[in-house]
């Protein structure tokens, strides 16, 4: 039963009213329908059966990821010393030893506490072990509570639970990046290996391999390197130099050391290109790479627990910290100071800037709504004008149509990511796996100048079956928006938008079109979010 199931059990019985500010957006297509294009505000849709060429042919329409499943398992199951034996039947004790000398004392203890009672002595020495394993567990989770880091979980649960894609474990596409310059796409396999497309030709194919690897969560390329690409995985970053000019040149990788045995999550580059921001949520350490020095600066500080995410402003003097313990932090970038917001309804789980780095936007864990800062324009440290997050959208679970049993005409729900484009105009917001809306992705229409601005637009969906895990803009193109929509099943779609850049004359507030807005910036109300010195 999901989330969507229940919300239309509530409405039929007027339990719940809905005031969510997707009733102000046209009905959803039904399923067989894929989203072409958007022209001037018109999302076009054509049957999913039929070719689909859109009227602006820059980009190709779609790439399909393939996995390798024979090299996946080889990835996911690694050779190791024990694998070369055949297993014998030996004495639980001597069978600990082995285990506690390969794997530790927590590993012992917890094949102990698995054992068969075959006597009374294994039903003793099972429930020490239990016993002594319960114990350990409390003092970890005393520990975690005092230093306020979370506790430790296996490297699949971290990454299903904070990779920046939806349903990592069971997606095809283990992380999606687009270049910002050029028009080159970077995605990573199941299987731990990288595909670099060209998604004007898709004639470039180079792929990725190599041994340390492993559990790719994250992966995003340099602002102004051409070659360029950071790849999050287990223990640390893998730092790639991939000439897309010349396919047949080798490419090379070089290994930055994060100083933990966790995933790294979150990756962010600042604008300039030199400054790497990395995060795990294992650690609430902030790590700092300079990389042509190949230095990383440690920021820490004590409340929070982990990094869920780390988000670099388009101008360069902000970065958006979300700690995983409901806490966010704003550090500037001259003299590395911050501030924090606390008591929020649960952790920030997707946030982006504005182009101009004045507004940041984002949703939290458990509310369906969008929230968003407003900075100061100036390279000022931040103060009293962003004092306060303003909420801008009700996203809650709504049915667009009049049967309210027609599944397809229902949408909103929890937010998973958050993508803007490169020209303010359009807001992409992707819905978790649990949410009515979880089929296809909003569109919001947006303006920054002279104020903030949000309108009602469209939907981006894909073929019958298939459920979006990831939404990028592509910034390589000029006079027009291109949306990277990534999909459970390894497609990847590329969604043109064409629309008149200035909707709005500057410094009059009378819009030029007839839509009523979902959001003004004049019309807020403060919030419950406020900020705290750091």
Not at 279 to 286: F, G, K, N, Q
Not at 306 to 316: D, F, L
């Amino acid at each position: 039963l999901t989330q969507g199931h229940v919300g239309i059990f509530l409405f039929m019985f007027g339990i719940g009213k809905s005031n969510s500010s997707l009733l102000a957006f046209p009905k959803p297509p039904r399923q067989g329908f894929v989203t072409v294009e958007e022209r001037e505000g018109q999302f076009l849709y054509a049957s999913q059966d039929e070719p689909v060429i859109p009227g602006n042919e820059m980009v190709c329409f779609e790439l399909f990821i393939e996995s390798n499943r024979d090299m996946s398992t080889s990835f996911s199951v690694p050779f190791t010393n024990q694998s070369a034996f055949y297993p014998v039947q030996e004495h639980r004790l001597k069978t600990a030893f082995h285990t506690w000398r390969d794997s530790g004392t927590v590993k012992m203890l917890e094949q102990l506490s698995e054992g068969e009672e075959q006597d009374d002595i294994s039903d003793r020495l099972t429930q020490t072990a239990t016993s002594f394993l319960n114990c350990l567990r409390k003092l970890q989770t005393f520990y975690s509570w005092i230093t306020f880091a979370p506790v430790q979980i296996h490297h699949k649960e971290i990454c299903q639970n904070y990779a920046p894609i939806s349903e990592w474990s069971k997606s095809l596409l283990r992380g999606i990046s687009v270049h910002p310059r050029l028009s080159i796409l970077a995605v990573a396999r199941q299987n731990d290996v990288i595909e670099v497309r060209d998604i004007r030709t898709n004639n470039l194919n180079i792929l990725l391999e190599d041994r340390s690897q492993k559990y790719i969560s994250c992966l995003k390329w340099a602002f102004h390197s051409n070659t360029l690409l950071a790849v999050g995985v287990l223990g640390g970053v893998v730092l790639w130099h991939v000439d897309t000019a010349h396919p047949t040149t080798r490419a090379v990788c070089s290994p930055l050391n994060c100083f933990t045995s966790q995933p790294i999550t979150s990756l962010s580059w600042c604008p300039q290109g030199r400054l790497l921001a990395c995060a795990t949520p294992t650690d609430s350490t902030l790590l700092i790479w300079d990389i042509p020095l190949r230095i990383s600066t440690k920021l820490q500080r004590v409340q929070g627990g982990g990094i869920s995410s780390v988000n670099w402003s388009a101008s360069g003097n902000r970065l958006f910290v979300s700690h995983i313990n409901a806490l966010c932090r704003v550090w500037e970038t001259t003299q590395w100071t911050c501030e924090k917001w606390t008591n929020l309804a649960g952790r920030c789980k997707a946030s982006c800037w504005s182009p101009n780095g004045q507004y940041l936007m984002f949703a939290m864990e458990g509310d369906p709504s969008l929230y968003y800062l407003n900075f100061p324009t100036n390279d000022t440290v931040v103060g009293s004008d962003m004092s306060a997050a303003v909420k801008c959208a009700d996203l809650s679970e709504c049915c667009l149509g009049e049967d309210k049993d027609d599944e397809d005409a229902w949408t909103g729900g929890l937010v998973q990511s958050l993508a803007w484009d490169n020209a303010g105009e359009r807001l992409a917001v992707l819905f978790s796996i649990t949410s009515a809306g979880a089929n296809r992705v909003v569109v919001f229409r947006t303006q920054c100048y002279p104020v903030l601005e949000l309108l009602p637009g469209g939907f981006i969906q894909g073929r019958e079956g298939d459920i979006p895990v990831w939404v990028e803009f592509a910034s390589c193109f000029e006079k027009t928006s291109v949306l990277v929509t990534g999909w459970d099943n390894g497609r990847i779609s590329f969604t043109p938008m064409v629309y008149s850049l200035s909707r709005r004359v500057p410094n009059d507030l009378t819009t030029l079109t007839n839509d009523t807005p979902i959001f003004h910036q004049l019309n807020a109300t403060p919030s419950l979010y406020t900020t705290i010195i750091d």
